[in-house]
């Protein structure tokens, strides 16, 4: 099955903590990228990477750290979490090329407590 | 600053009916303007698509409507369906553009 999967569905933390989300596409993508969407369903970009290189970094607090290994690959960590943190990371991929599609994988939801 | 927006953030018809969803954006720049649909549970998902060099963009039951002057569009949606029921999203990107922009998101349900 060729999608963008992303682990896990769901993580509960406390303020402080360290977390990892991981995210994979087998879509042959060059281009991955991270969303963010809030309670209100509002959808921010955070990240977008071409062939492991960090293209785009939105005015994202500096807790929060993409990392590539490959362009099937772009994993986010977020250093000491805070309550505003609690939202769905929704990870994407897409060709870089013109109007292309970009595909979602079904995001991971954290809640903050 | 929301650069895209959509103007109602629900609406509901009766089955059968065709929706309404309305979208305007800020930066002239824009030049592809696609609707994605989503779902609770799962990521938004590419319904339709429109470049700004046309007008009008229909796929089966979706149409889009583009008016570039006044810088607004709409997603008209034929014999709506319950199947139907998410919210539905209206982008933005430029050419070759990384960072799609979405709108606040109008979530439609439709009435059997």
């Known amino acids: ?113 | 600053q929301q650069q895209v927006r959509q103007s109602s953030q629900s609406l509901t018809v009766w089955e059968g009916e065709t929706a309404i969803l309305n979208c305007s954006y800020e930066n002239s720049a824009f030049d592809y303007f696609p609707w994605y649909q989503q779902f609770p549970g799962e990521g938004p998902a590419l319904l339709i698509a429109i470049r700004s060099v046309s007008d009008k963009k229909e796929d089966g039951r979706f149409t889009i409507f583009f008016n570039k002057r006044e810088k607004n569009l709409s997603l008209h949606i034929k014999d709506s369906q319950p199947g139907d029921s998410a919210t539905y999203f209206c982008a933005a990107n430029f050419n070759m553009g990384y960072k799609l922009t979405f709108g606040t998101g109008t979530s439609l349900l439709v009435d059997p």
């Open chain 1, 1 to 113: 099955e060729t999608a963008v999967f992303q682990t896990p569905n769901y993580h509960v933390t406390q303020v402080g903590n360290e977390v990892s989300f991981n995210c994979k596409q087998t879509l042959g993508h060059d281009t991955m990228y991270w969303y963010k969407q809030d309670s209100k369903k509002l959808l921010k970009i955070m990240f977008s990477y071409n062939n492991k290189q960090l293209i785009v970094n939105e005015t994202v607090p500096r807790r929060f750290s993409p990392q590539s290994s490959d362009k099937a690959h772009l994993n986010l960590r977020i250093k000491s979490v805070e309550p505003e943190d609690s939202a769905v990371y929704l990870c994407a991929s897409s060709y870089r090329a013109a109007n292309t599609e970009v595909f979602f994988g079904k995001g991971t939801r954290l809640t903050v407590v």
